[in-house]
């Protein structure tokens, strides 16, 4: 009768250390990802590849501790931008002004791309006008022109 007993709680032990079992890499490193290294390397805190980094290794424990108690990734990630800050956003939330990260560049791609042919076209009308308007009429020319013969005679 004892063996049975023995067996399963031993089966139950199993059960109980898988479902606690390690996070594994893969997921940890995906987590990683959304949280910018502050230790000055540019890298995510998941591919750091700093020896003894001050930021990633506290970080990735803290990580691995929420994910190992049943959190999901949002809410991991949401204690660590608490924490730390939002200057470990890799990329901007998706609401309020955090928004302006996301539309900013592509309301400037737009707006540089219809200020150019604005420019160029101003440019060239400028260029046309300056070619008309510098010409110099001919009794002017003509002017100078007997000036210039007159002051060679006299050097002559």
Not at 18 to 42: F, I, M
Request: some cysteine; charged content about 30%; hydrophobic content about 40%.
């Amino acid at each position: 009768m004892r063996r049975p007993a023995t067996s399963i709680l031993a089966l139950l032990l199993l059960a109980s250390w898988t479902v606690h079992a390690a996070v594994p890499y893969e997921r940890l490193r995906k987590v990683g990802d959304r949280v910018a290294c502050q230790c000055s390397c540019r890298y995510t805190v998941g591919s750091c590849n700093m020896i003894r980094c001050h930021f990633r290794d506290p970080v990735l424990r803290q990580i691995e501790a929420g994910l190992e108690a049943g959190q999901s990734d949002d809410e991991v990630l949401e204690q660590i931008y608490a924490e730390f800050g939002s200057e470990t956003r890799v990329e901007p939330r998706d609401e309020g002004f955090e928004m302006v990260g996301w539309i900013a560049p592509f309301v400037a791609l737009l707006a540089g791309l219809t200020a150019i042919p604005w420019v160029v076209r101003r440019w060239s009308a400028g260029s046309k006008a300056r070619s008309r308007g510098d010409s110099v009429p001919d009794d002017v020319v003509d002017r100078y022109r007997a000036k210039i013969e007159d002051d060679l005679e006299d050097f002559e």
